[in-house]
């Protein structure tokens, strides 16, 4: 193999792997396929998989081909041993996550009726706790360092700190990286602010955490995108269920498309599935159209029950 032949394939291989940073968990969802509300008590399946923000995007990444490499933090309890392994079997890279002696691995749980979500409770507490501890493979010259920036894609999901989402929005270390950023849930959807006030990322939210951040409410994605846009954001994709997904950019303007209608048959997710679908897409060279079209197939095939491939 000639030089130039070694150099070509090396930079194929950097440009398939992508850093999830964030959450990596326990999911324990209970899943009934009538509806339910408050009170209820009803039969139905509990199931327990990995999970989390950054651990359902390196998932997805996987399937579609690409190389996701974890950044986050896992106990030394039997849990996250069976975690780590779990990692391994799905294609995510785990050699640089933080394994700490002193938390538990952390975990989400969740209940969802035949109408939706009905209630879910997320403990990343381990990872805000291990705090910039888990940001070090990018500090250290192992991946990157502050004099020679990593280059490549991160996703990263809103269970991170505020502080520390706002460290990566500034920090040299992060000035080269092409950021993919999403809230985790709509109670975390501020700590994004960061990266409105710095210009920086693309930002993946659903209608509620648009006007979380913009302070007020949206009746439809496009009128959140450019809303964003005008709070500072780089770029965003803002999803409406069933309803619409948007795409906008300081650099044009935004363009809007509608989900294929499907049955519903799980929730948790689908967001997940579509920022990593998207991420995908865009790896493979397909243009704005494309791309938000590819994400929004992959997330109805999600919440249809099959697999997105």
């Not at 693309?202 to 009746?219: H, K, M, P, R, S």
Request: charged share 20%; aromatic share 4%; proline share 5%.
């Amino acid at each position: 193999m000639t030089q130039d032949n070694a150099t070509s394939l090396a930079s194929r291989d950097d440009a398939a792997q992508v850093l999830c940073i964030g959450s990596v968990l326990w999911d324990i969802i209970g899943r009934c396929p009538a509806e339910m509300r408050r009170g209820s008590d009803m039969p139905g399946r509990i199931t327990r998989l990995p999970g989390g923000v950054a651990m359902n995007i390196a998932m997805t990444l996987a399937r579609f081909g690409l190389k996701p490499n974890l950044l986050s933090a896992v106990g030394r309890d039997p849990e996250g041993d069976e975690l780590i392994a779990a990692c391994a079997h799905l294609g995510c890279r785990t050699d640089h996550i933080y394994r700490s002696e002193d938390l538990p691995t952390d975990r989400y749980m969740a209940v969802e009726g035949g109408n939706g979500l009905i209630a879910a409770i997320a403990d990343a507490h381990s990872l805000e706790a291990a705090g910039d501890k888990i940001l070090r493979p990018l500090m250290d010259g192992t991946l990157g360092s502050r004099e020679a920036p990593y280059q490549g894609a991160i996703a990263l999901d809103g269970n991170l700190t505020l502080s520390l989402l706002a460290e990566i929005a500034s920090d040299p270390a992060f000035s080269k990286a092409n950021l993919h950023v999403a809230p985790a849930s709509p109670g975390k959807a501020e700590r994004l602010r960061p990266f409105l006030n710095a210009t920086r990322g693309t930002l993946y939210v659903n209608l509620e955490e648009a006007g979380l951040l913009c302070q007020t409410t949206f009746t439809n994605s496009e009128q959140a995108a450019l809303a964003l846009i005008a709070r500072g954001a780089a770029r965003v994709l803002v999803t409406d269920g069933g309803a619409s997904a948007s795409e906008a950019s300081v650099a044009g303007d935004a363009i809007t498309q509608h989900p294929p209608r499907v049955s519903v048959a799980r929730v948790t997710g689908a967001g997940d599935t579509f920022m990593a679908a998207h991420i995908a897409a865009e790896a493979r060279g397909e243009d704005r159209q494309a791309a938000l079209a590819s994400a929004l197939q992959a997330a109805a095939t999600y919440v249809s029950g099959d697999s997105p491939l």
